[in-house]
């Protein structure tokens, strides 16, 4: 199972790769920006795909919509310190499958990530 990481701050996104490979059920790929993350999409049809509400270059709304449509089947999930319920809901009515304020609902991020691989590993049986 593959997971892409897509996070531009270099300390938060080693502290979240460290922590979701602790899980031993995913590869992680570690993606800065929308355009290296594309290049992730396209080669290796990653199952799950995490991505920061704040990226800075083509936008996180595109990044989702373009991951939905590569690879349709992949557990979206949208990470953020921004956590009002209003911009969640917009998260998640773009096509995310969950969305984590990474402020305080780490547990929950590793929870989806743990049945996210579960769930895969099932289907692939």
């Known amino acids: 199972m593959r ?3 897509i996070e531009p701050s270099n300390l938060l996104r080693e502290r979240l790769a460290a922590m979701l490979a602790s899980l031993g059920c995913a590869e992680i790929i ?3 920006s929308v355009e ?3 290049q992730f999409i396209l080669v290796l049809r990653p199952e799950i ?3 920061d509400a704040g990226l ?3 936008g ?3 990044a989702l919509a373009w991951a939905r449509e590569k690879c349709p089947a992949a557990c979206l999930v949208v990470v953020s310190v921004h956590c009002a319920e209003p911009y969640r809901k917009r998260w998640l009515q773009a096509g995310a499958d969950d969305f984590f304020d990474l402020s305080a609902q780490i547990d929950g991020l590793v929870k989806r990530v743990r049945h996210c691989c579960r769930t895969q590993f099932c289907s692939a049986l």
């Open 49 to 51: 795909v995490i991505v």
């Open 36 to 38: 290296e993350a594309a």
């Open 3 to 5: 997971l892409l990481l």
């Open 56 to 58: 800075p270059d083509r």
């Open 30 to 32: 570690e993606a800065i």
């Open 60 to 62: 996180a709304l595109d």
